[in-house]
């Protein structure tokens, strides 16, 4: 540690022709969010605390960031905007869940945005509970997913699990780890291999008690 | 601990506290083997070829390391011997792998052994196809059950491939990122949610043109 770096995250967007001024405000609302988030969780979590963290006008963080779920996001250095993917799932019919998830995140893997996506997998691997990536996945992504497919007796939280450790594991094998003849499968033939497994965790007698 | 132990690295007897010749020959050994398997692959590595590297009689590596296979568990350190588990898969009726496989590897996880599990999947995860531990994955502990499923029409490289693809994200969601509820979900019911899953990317209708 240096006198320069007083903890502050880095500002080098701002040496680089942006006006700091912005930087500055930016860098201030990022780190507040990361902060709150952190301590309060998602759901208790609201932009006015935040804002006010930040001293800024809550009105500036939305123009900054967008939604609350897009300020977690950028606060967590996601790697892509989810919303895509999770309004795919939102309209898809209940027996298309696997499938569509499959083809959505599979889909984002295989794009540009796929080394962002196994850097942060390996910074979810490498922090494990402390990871701020995985606070973003678990309590706003799976819970996106979770909500539609709990019942009244069955809050969908095992079948998340499994269905998550199933993509987690696809990620790893296809991008990470490498297995073939995995990693060059066409994404047709991974959605017919593995999207009847997510399915099946999602809506099927998964045999652990939820129905 | 007795006087009478032969070829470990420390003794009390004798002129010095430390034999320095099984020491080094071990070393030796060990730094042929790493050096072979990464050229050559498991398969056409021999126990003569690496005691040539070593200057040593074959039966010493015999004597010290045990068989090729153990041999290239030690010089990778996998953290656990997966002779146990592959004798079993290889004694499982064809319809019983996934739930044999599933029981056995997560008994061995959530064993003393499995912190040693979850380092070395860590240095898989950060070194890529550039492993040593994986490459022991991939030639040995794989290819083993691979054989069991292999029909003269389908190599089941892909259904090996997916059905590890779920293994790892088991291990990861289970071990590494906490995910719960299946972080703590018992063992039955892990091979109750999981096995049929296995079982079926090995022996099912996986949809990507292998019968």
Redesign the interface.
């Known amino acids: 540690m240096t006198d320069g770096e007083s903890g502050s995250d880095t500002t080098r967007s701002g040496r680089t022709g942006r006006r700091p001024g912005n930087t500055d405000t930016r860098a201030a609302i990022l780190a507040a969010a990361r902060i709150r988030f952190a301590d309060t969780g998602f759901d208790k979590t609201s932009i006015r605390a935040i804002a006010g963290d930040a001293d800024v006008d809550p009105a500036l963080v939305h123009h900054y960031f967008g939604t609350k779920q897009q300020l977690f996001a950028a606060a967590v250095e996601f790697p892509a905007d989810p919303e895509a993917t999770l309004t795919a799932i939102d309209h898809a019919p209940l027996d298309e869940l696997g499938a569509t998830i499959v083809r959505s995140v599979v889909g984002v893997w295989d794009s540009p945005a796929g080394p962002g996506v196994v850097a942060m997998?390996?910074s979810?691997?490498?922090g494990?509970?402390a990871?701020p990536a995985?606070s973003f996945l678990?309590q706003v992504v799976f819970e996106r997913i979770r909500a539609r497919i709990a019942t009244p007796t069955d809050d969908g939280?095992?079948r998340m699990?499994?269905a998550?450790?199933?993509?987690?594991?696809?990620l790893?094998?296809?991008k990470?780890?490498?297995?073939?003849?995995?990693?060059s499968?066409p994404i047709d033939?991974v959605v017919?291999?593995?999207g009847?497994?997510v399915q099946?965790?999602l809506t099927g007698d998964?045999?652990?008690?939820g129905v």
Not at 164 to 170: D, E, H, P, V
Not at 176 to 183: N, R, S, T, Y
Request: net charge neutral.
């Open positions: 997998a390996r979810i691997f490498g494990g509970e990871s995985r678990l939280r095992a699990a499994l998550a450790s199933q993509m987690i594991g696809l790893t094998a296809r990470i780890v490498d297995i073939e003849p995995l990693a499968m033939e017919a291999a593995v009847p497994t099946h965790y998964i045999g652990t008690g």
